[in-house]
């Protein structure tokens, strides 16, 4: 009996479970887009180099042109339909409109997504090439305008939006982290599967 060339899958995405009958060599960004209808998510150079397909899987950002569908089985994908809380925006979005951070759009999801991730990574206290101080027990660098450009590199507008994308992520971070201190930052590590500050002092 030859092998066969399909799988039935179940994906979880925004929220919601799916089964799906797909090709094992579809993309999730295929299978986001033409099974799921999610078009949100864009498909740029289909190589992995210009984030326009990035989501969110298990909290953690993917560029879903380079991975499988059966792949993505049992994570918890989230596109950027499902970042906002209802008819609520989520701060990402909310300051990307108030601060023109996009022009024709099309990278916008993608750059949405990433931004969602860049937030929670750096109250996780994960360092970036331009971190400074890159020790486990170190509190986290300020998100300033040079960590947020090395954190969103992944990320390419062809319009040349950067700066006002830089200003929007700077606003959101400013807006999700105001006065939650060492409590952001060890619910922020748990969020991407790390121990608390204190945890890591003891492992490091």
Not at 55 to 64: I, K, Q, Y
Not at 107 to 123: F, K, L, M, N, W
Not at 180 to 198: I, Y
Request: proline share 4%.
């Amino acid at each position: 009996m030859p092998p066969t060339t399909r799988s039935d899958i179940s994906l979880r995405v925004n929220g919601e479970t799916h089964a799906l009958t797909v090709d094992n060599r579809t993309t999730l960004l295929d299978a986001l887009r033409e099974n799921l209808g999610l078009t949100g998510t864009k498909k740029g150079c289909d190589q992995g180099q210009c984030g326009a397909c990035t989501v969110l899987a298990d909290g953690r950002r993917a560029v879903s042109c380079l991975q499988l569908a059966v792949a993505a089985e049992g994570a918890d994908i989230t596109t950027v339909e499902g970042i906002s809380d209802g008819e609520d925006l989520h701060p990402v979005q909310e300051a990307f409109l108030e601060l023109d951070g996009y022009q024709c759009g099309y990278c916008t999801s993608g750059q949405i997504c990433s931004a969602v991730a860049v937030i929670r990574e750096h109250a996780a206290g994960w360092p970036s090439a331009a971190t400074g101080d890159v020790r486990p027990d170190a509190e986290p660098p300020p998100l300033d305008a040079a960590e947020i450009r090395e954190r969103m590199s992944g990320n390419l507008c062809r319009c040349g939006a950067y700066p006002a994308i830089v200003r929007a992520v700077g606003r959101a971070a400013e807006q999700t982290n105001a006065g939650q201190g060492a409590e952001r930052t060890n619910a922020g590590r748990a969020a991407v599967g790390l121990g608390t500050a204190e945890e890591s002092k003891v492992t490091a």
